[in-house]
């Protein structure tokens, strides 16, 4: 049974807007969660984190939020770019000793120009 | 450059052959991990070496070996393996007892089994 997952597998978004990845997950227990963006032949880069502390994180174009109560988290992406086409993962660990994380399917983005 | 290295990057295999996977972190990072990529999967966690001590078992088959001699290099042994385990096997490291845990990736090791 998956404890993270991305529902959509795919997104099309129009450059200049804004893209919104989801993620939903089934454990109580996590309160670390982990965005990851994947190019092809290229393995997974750290993109932004938020912990179950907050339910706001911003780094530049990039925003997590995160709705403990829901088990919801979401990347907002604005504006979206042609570089930003990518795989996003979204990951979730019980902060504790050594992460474990649990990965989600991951969702393709694809920024139209 | 994430400061994880692996090799090989390719690597097609038999059944009946023995290959490793290596991996080799630069980030003075103490827990290094081995994932699995297949297709249309989540990256699956295989183990976890904290201190070179072997922490996480994923319920790995044992035809999968891992070894970490020390904190900054990581093996995979292969034993015959079965086409089904072909896949992208990606190595990450972390510092445990870091504020962020985040997990930096190699560029993964594409292994294909015939």
């Known amino acids: 049974d998956q404890q993270v997952k991305q529902n959509s597998p795919s997104l099309s978004v129009q450059e200049g807007r804004i893209s919104i990845l989801n993620c939903d997950y089934t454990?109580?227990?996590?309160?670390?969660f982990l965005w990851y963006k994947k190019y092809p032949a290229e393995g997974p880069t750290f993109l932004i984190s938020?912990?179950?502390?907050?339910d706001k994180n911003e780094d530049g174009r990039f925003t997590v939020f995160l709705n403990k109560s829901a088990k919801h988290l979401s990347l907002h992406i604005v504006p979206s770019q042609p570089g930003d086409s990518a795989v996003y993962f979204c990951?979730?660990?019980?902060?504790?000793?050594?992460?474990?994380?649990?990965f989600g399917t991951g969702t393709r983005l694809k920024v139209l120009a | 450059e994430t400061g994880v290295t692996q090799t090989p990057r390719h690597l097609v295999m038999g059944m009946t052959n023995k290959k490793s996977l290596k991996c080799e972190q630069h980030l003075g990072h103490n827990a290094m991990y081995w994932y699995k990529q297949s297709a249309k999967k989540p990256l699956e966690l295989m183990f976890v070496?904290?201190?070179?001590?072997?922490?996480e078992n994923n319920s790995v088959p044992s035809r999968f070996s891992p070894e970490c001699p020390n904190s900054s290099h990581l093996f995979l042994h292969l034993h015959t393996l079965q086409p089904e385990d072909s896949a992208l096997y990606l190595c990450?490291?972390?510092?445990?007892?870091?504020?962020?845990?985040?997990?930096?990736f190699g560029e993964g090791s594409r292994l294909t089994v015939l």
């Open positions: 990951a979730a660990s019980e902060a504790s000793g050594t992460y474990k994380y649990i």
């Open positions: 938020i912990s179950s502390i907050k």
């Open positions: 454990n109580s227990m996590f309160d670390y």
């Open positions: 990450a490291s972390s510092q445990d007892g870091a504020n962020t845990g985040e997990l930096f």
């Open positions: 070496y904290n201190f070179k001590e072997q922490t």
